[in-house]
Structures are given as C-alpha cells and as structure tokens.
C-alpha cells in the first residue's frame, strides 16, 4: 500500500478514535482532545470539522468561569444520529419487554401494542391524499398505494411498489368477448424496523397487514415477511379490474 492510499485509512482511524472518546469524555474541546491523542490543536480541528460536516458530532457551549461569564468555550459531544446509529442493545430489550407483555397480558395485549404503533398511518396517508387533492389531484388507488410507500419508506421500511398486470380469459363462451385485465401491485419492503419482535410476534405484522387492507380499501394478502426468512416482506394487493381493447 502507497502512503497516498495509507492515509485515508489513517485519517479515518484517527477520526473514529475521537468519535470514540467523544462519545466517552463529551463534552471536550478541541485542545483536550489534542492532548489526549499527542497531536496538534490544528489537525484535531481538521478532523474534528469533518465529523462535524458528516454530521457525527455536533457543538456544545460551555460557560467559563463559576457564573458563566466569559467567553463559551467550544466542545463537542456525539450527535442525536450519531447516538441512534450506535449499538445500544435496544433490540434486545425491546423484545424483552414484548415477550413480557405476552407473557402478562396475552395475544390481546401485543395486538393491542402492534394496533396502537401503527396507528397514525391512515391519518398520515389522508393528509397526503388531501393535499393532493387540494393541488387537483385525481387520487387513485395506484396513487394512494404510492403514497403510502412513500410513508413508509420514511418510516424506515425501505418499500417500494411493483405493478403486476395479469390477462384473464374472456368471460363466456360467445364470439367477440373482450380480454379482462387485472390490475394488482405487490408492496415490498426491504426492511423492517421491527424484525427481532416481530419474529416472535407475528401480531405486528398482521396489523399492518389490516392498516394497508384499510388504507387502499380492498383484502389484501402478506405472501412473505422478513420475519420469516424472506428477503422481503411482500403484500399482494388488488386495485382495479380493467378491460383490454
């Protein structure tokens, strides 16, 4: 390896090593953080500037002095994202604390819990109909479907929509019958924010499953969930039944 190609990687373990401590001794200013790792307050300032533009950390002004008089001395401590983004074992806990709530409470009570979570979804999705609606917007149940993966794909479900057009035969046996077209989609999401608990409790599931059923106005069907071992959840919706020319 060349020094050119040395140096991100040098550059990156340093920049990690600070998040590290950041994370352990925040708030910290620049100057102690210098101390700490044998280098100069300018290069520290460098490093500390990216993280700061990644978003990583973020500034925290403290007071000089007993009263707070003085100019604020600039450190930093870890940002909100960066916090989130950080192993915590939450998982764990949150499975903990449903299998508790099982345990407790039975099927009801996790149902109940797996109805309340996902409770603002309709709400979120009518705001959005309404203000396209507003624009003069003509919603359809394509559309509304697209409207909702959008909000759960800002939810963290990572959800896209796949059209699905299937030709069924022409009712009847006289001549001339026109072709039908059924018109489905299948709502996947690539992710589920809830995998650990919904893998023993497949309650969350079967209640976004009814919220979409309600949301596009017709029975839908899961065909496969993360939870189980797909690679996706996939939901098989029908929309509209056309005829071809």
Same mark, same amino acid.
């Not at 925040?26 to 290069?43: K, M, V, Y």
């Given at each position: 390896?060349?020094?050119?190609?040395?140096?991100?990687?040098?550059?990156?373990?340093?920049?990690?090593?600070?998040?590290?401590?950041?994370?352990?001794y &925040?708030?910290?200013?620049?100057?102690? +953080? %210098? @101390? !700490?790792?044998?280098?100069?307050?300018?290069?520290v300032r460098r490093h500390?500037?990216?993280?700061e533009a990644d978003g990583i950390i973020a500034e925290h002004e403290m007071p000089v002095g007993p009263r707070g008089r003085g100019r604020p001395s600039k450190s930093f401590v870890l940002s909100q994202s960066a916090h989130e983004n950080l192993p915590g074992g939450y998982d764990e806990m949150a499975v903990m604390a449903v299998d508790e709530?099982?345990?407790?409470? &039975?099927?009801?009570?996790v149902t109940a +819990? %797996? @109805? !309340?979570?996902?409770?603002?979804?309709?709400?979120?999705v009518a705001e959005k109909v309404a203000q396209r609606e507003a624009a003069g917007e003509t919603v359809t149940p394509e559309r509304k479907l697209e409207l909702l993966s959008e909000l759960l794909t800002e939810r963290g479900y990572a959800t896209?929509?796949?059209?699905?057009?299937?030709?069924?035969?022409?009712?009847?046996?006289?001549?001339?019958?026109?072709?039908?077209?059924?018109?489905?989609?299948?709502?996947?999401?690539?992710?589920?924010?809830v995998l650990d608990v919904a893998a023993d409790h497949p309650e969350l599931c079967e209640a976004e499953t009814r919220a979409i059923s309600r949301l596009i106005g017709a029975p839908v069907q899961r065909l496969a969930t993360l939870a189980q071992g797909a690679h996706a959840c996939t939901t098989h919706i029908p929309l509209t039944e056309g005829r071809t020319p």
């Open positions: 390896m060349t020094a050119s190609e040395s140096a991100p990687n040098v550059a990156q373990g340093t920049r990690d090593r600070l998040v590290q401590d950041i994370s352990t &925040g708030p910290i200013t620049a100057r102690q +953080l %210098a @101390e !700490r790792f044998d280098l100069t307050s300018a290069a500390l500037a990216a993280l709530l099982a345990r407790l409470g &039975g099927e009801e009570a +819990l %797996a @109805e !309340r979570r996902i409770a603002d979804w309709e709400s979120a896209t929509v796949r059209p699905l057009h299937v030709t069924l035969p022409a009712r009847g046996a006289h001549s001339g019958a026109a072709a039908r077209t059924l018109v489905t989609a299948q709502l996947c999401h690539g992710h589920c924010p």
